[in-house]
């Protein structure tokens, strides 16, 4: 065996404190009845009960969802056959087209953001929901694409030629053998997509217009104004949406 | 299923199909929509950054050089220097701090891989702002560590730490560890384990273990992980704008500034292209020299 010194298991340790220490504080304080300290002055759900009132929140939530929803369901359509797209009719420069459909993993968000609301403005399109939608499917697409992909590439292609073999058409093949075994990787990234849509700031940031305030933007304007006890309960509140989506999503695509 | 794939294309070898077909028809909604909302704005911010800004804003179109003249401003480049400064710092930080877990991850048994690696990504699924707002309820002047200090009577008056630098060095590396972790943790789990203990049946130093052994064997993912930690790290706007103060501007809050506030659209286009011309110049360049080998393997 390799040698085992203890000193890398504390270090793994302190490395989860590290990860773990200021999201356990976060949350912990939301329970705190003090409004301006950071010391313990007993426990309260009184910030809970302010944001359940905050009108202007449960807009940004609902406008959330509704930008959410929309672009994980186009995101998903255009993901899923652009993955069967790729992964069954392979094509020459095939290369080029796979590596620019990855470009909005690998170029600063902020360019992203910024290049759209620019082409948005140029094209005339007011800035609204619509145009945050429009932006929330253009980065998840690749998202989906990837994950869909994945798996399409992990089944044995000879389960449809045995239905082609059987006198099954190509769509029937397709829809009757192929899709159902998608569905697990499809809900994975549908799972994902809809959460990574929930928590964008920047792109929504540069394309969102007035009266588009999403969860994030109202979050981001809560922080910029003023650090309140009620942003703590806020955010123990999106710790455990945001964790139950993506471990959802996870148990999904394992299968 | 319009080009149907007859069984035999694919039963010589699965991954090689033979590549004459045009590219199917499924493709197409796809492309369309990532050519608009992504090809071709970033095309047009390019038009744009040779263009002038009018005198409430917009884009006048004469073409002028003007804008990437004025990126090398002493003012801009001090700002460009401090972003790629505070970015190399927490890549190195993210560095130091994964290689130990990932190394012990990666020799774990198999089944207490995963849960250690689920550990390490749930506090990364916890939304941005949320993780950003954790360390400013931390580090602000009234803040939990000055309360604790001051409650232990280590601290007379408070420390500052939130509004400087070494606050957006934090925020960076407590945002951007995981992509480091990953990475890391793949790479030193391929890493032969024989190749270490010869090294040390030989009479290595733990130092020339590390060094010369350890470090060479796992450059693919110190790679991959100083690149998914640097790219976001530079352009990073959230950080700097909600810790860092008037004095520590960096390149994502000089775009947002010029774009949002200034309405030069022009000169924040030319600032954009340049930021992330140079970063993908760097990557590939790097790439490159390496080899096709040192080829990082995506995500982990």
Request: net charge positive.
């Amino acid at each position: 065996m390799v040698r085992r010194t203890p000193w890398l298991l504390s270090a793994s340790v302190a490395n989860l404190c590290f990860l773990y220490a200021p999201i356990l504080v976060l949350i912990l304080f939301s329970f705190n009845a003090s409004r301006l300290s950071a010391a313990w002055q007993g426990f309260t759900l009184e910030w809970y009960r302010l944001l359940a009132e905050d009108e202007a929140l449960r807009l940004s939530v609902w406008n959330s969802l509704l930008v959410a929803l929309v672009s994980t369901l186009v995101a998903t359509g255009l993901g899923v056959c652009a993955a069967i797209g790729l992964e069954r009719h392979p094509f020459r420069g095939q290369k080029v087209v796979e590596s620019a459909m990855l470009l909005p993993l690998v170029i600063p968000e902020i360019m992203m953001g910024v290049s759209l609301m620019l082409f948005f403005l140029l094209v005339k399109l007011p800035l609204s929901l619509i145009t945050v939608t429009i932006g929330h499917a253009a980065f998840n697409l690749p998202i989906v694409l990837v994950i869909v992909r994945a798996r399409l590439r992990k089944l044995d292609p000879s389960l449809e030629e045995a239905a082609r073999d059987l006198g099954a058409t190509p769509w029937q093949a397709f829809s009757r053998v192929t899709l159902p075994l998608l569905v697990p990787a499809m809900w994975g990234s549908v799972l994902l997509a809809f959460t990574i849509s929930l928590d964008d700031f920047i792109v929504t940031f540069f394309t969102a217009g007035p009266g588009s305030t999403t969860l994030p933007l109202y979050v981001y304007s809560m922080v910029k104004s003023g650090v309140t006890p009620v942003i703590n309960a806020l955010s123990a509140i999106l710790v455990v949406v945001s964790m139950t989506l993506i471990g959802a999503s996870l148990a999904l695509q394992r299968r | 299923m319009n080009s149907p794939t007859r069984p035999s294309d694919r039963s010589e070898c699965s991954g090689e199909a033979p590549a004459s077909r045009r590219p199917s028809r499924l493709l197409l909604p796809a492309l369309v929509w990532l050519g608009l909302c992504l090809v071709l704005p970033l095309f047009l911010m390019l038009a744009i950054s040779f263009a002038s800004r009018g005198t409430y804003g917009g884009v006048v179109w004469t073409l002028t050089l003007a804008n990437y003249a004025n990126v090398v401003d002493p003012l801009y480049v001090r700002i460009f220097a401090r972003s790629v400064g505070l970015a190399t710092l927490t890549t190195l930080l993210c560095l130091a701090l994964g290689f130990p877990i990932a190394y012990y991850i990666a020799r774990l048994p198999p089944r207490l891989q995963g849960i250690w690696l689920l550990l390490v990504m749930i506090p990364f699924w916890t939304n941005f702002l949320v993780r950003t707002y954790a360390w400013i309820f931390i580090l602000r002047a009234e803040g939990l560590l000055n309360t604790v200090l001051a409650g232990l009577g280590l601290i007379g008056s408070p420390v500052d730490v939130l509004y400087s630098e070494t606050a957006i060095v934090i925020g960076l590396v407590y945002g951007y560890l995981p992509f480091m972790i990953l990475p890391l943790y793949a790479a030193v789990e391929r890493l032969p384990v024989a190749l270490v203990e010869a090294a040390w049946d030989l009479y290595a130093s733990r130092w020339a273990v590390f060094w010369r052994v350890i470090v060479p064997l796992t450059k693919p993912g110190l790679v991959a992980g100083a690149i998914l930690v640097f790219i976001p790290s530079v352009g990073a706007f959230i950080t700097p704008d909600l810790m860092g103060g008037a004095r520590t501007m960096m390149i994502g809050n000089l775009i947002q500034h010029e774009f949002l506030v200034a309405r030069d659209w022009p000169f924040g286009s030319a600032i954009g292209l340049v930021l992330m011309a140079s970063v993908l110049l760097g990557v590939v360049t790097y790439l490159r020299a390496e080899g096709p080998g040192a080829r990082p393997a995506a995500g982990g």
